[in-house]
């Protein structure tokens, strides 16, 4: 997993002047990420972070709900063990590596790494990481890797407060790909974990369709099936298109930015409960948008 670039410069002074953060793993690699970066530079005050926690390179088209899961699993044990396992090593490094366009055969990095450690569960110590970097790239090929890895790694190197920051999970119920058993793993996996659990159904677009007065008088049984209008757009990101100009590579949050406490009061018209949102059309994000505006 890895956080952007721009949180990861900031983080410096965390130190000093520390603000609770609300660490979000969602769902779209675009839309959501966008939306919530937007957000926090926005109406949320200095008081408190919004990181969101992307997925690695490696793994950026995998979008299932329960990948989703053992992303924040890995977050919390990484965390939460003073170390980090060899896997997020390994993706660490690989993201490194892409993000800088170096030309270098990571297989041979990742062999070195089984040699040493055997599995890709097994959690390296903090304290054995800068003796393993230097091990890890001494040959002469991975000079520039040698010299930005660890600050690349340090940048990537966020806190975790059990008792001031917030883990959140950001998902669509679109139930043509996330069966219903595989719901209640995730609510259950949230409720024992700490973890708090924010669903859109059918998808994120109908959260942002909520800043728009246009979707009162929609037909919900049309933002709930949400059916392909042509080959790569369904009906709730065809009719933001026609509103606002949307597209999920390109969400412009100042399309939203003005309208966001009236969609966090258009949410209680529609279902907010994660037993109801299992089947029926609504939103909890509003909720998760407001508990920040809260802790302000």
């Keep these: 997993m890895r956080i952007n670039e721009k949180f990861a410069i900031s983080r410096q002074s965390e130190i000093k002047n520390y603000r609770p953060k609300y660490f979000i793993v969602s769902e779209g690699s675009n839309s959501e990420p966008m939306y919530f970066d937007g957000l926090n530079d926005s109406i949320i005050s200095e008081n408190i972070r919004i990181i969101n926690i992307l997925r690695d390179y490696a793994s950026i088209c995998n979008s299932h709900p329960s990948f989703i899961v053992e992303m924040i699993k890995e977050f ?15 993706n660490k490094i690989d993201n490194c590596i892409r993000e800088n366009d170096y030309n270098i055969n990571i297989e041979d990095i990742y062999q070195e790494l089984i040699l040493l450690y055997k599995k890709d569960s ?7 990481l800068s003796d393993l970097f230097l091990h890890l790239f001494k040959s002469e090929i991975y000079k520039d890797l040698a010299i930005n890895f660890p600050l690349y790694f340090e940048t990537q190197n966020v806190t975790y407060s059990k ?5 959140n999970i950001v998902i669509d ?3 043509q790909n ?22 859109s159904n059918p998808t994120f677009e109908f959260w942002l369709m909520l800043h728009f007065p246009e979707v009162e008088i929609e037909d919900k049984t049309k933002m709930l099936e949400n059916r392909y209008v042509n080959k790569s757009r369904r009906y709730l ?15 412009n949050f100042k399309d939203f930015e003005p309208y966001i406490y009236d969609a966090i009061k258009r949410e209680k018209k529609y ?26």
Excluded: A, P, W
């Excluded at 008792?163 to 883990?167: E, G, M, N, S």
């Excluded at 996330?178 to 669903?199: A, I, S």
């Excluded at 998760?288 to 302000?296: A, E, F, V, Y």
């Design 76 to 90: 919390i044990l990484n965390v939460t063990s003073n170390g980090l396992t060899v896997l997020e090593l390994k």
């Design 173 to 175: 119920r679109d139930q």
């Design 122 to 128: 097994y959690v390296i110590k903090r304290e054995n």
């Design 237 to 251: 990101e065809k009719r933001l298109h026609e509103i606002c100009k949307y597209k999920k590579s390109k969400l």
């Design 271 to 296: 279902k907010e409960n994660l037993n109801d949102l299992k089947s029926e059309l609504g939103s909890n994000v509003g909720l998760l948008i407001n508990d920040m505006l809260n802790n302000n």
């Design 163 to 167: 008792t001031r920051d917030k883990l």
């Design 178 to 199: 996330f069966k219903d058993n595989q719901y209640d793993e995730v609510v259950n996996f949230c409720n024992e974990n700490g973890v708090n659990l924010y669903v």
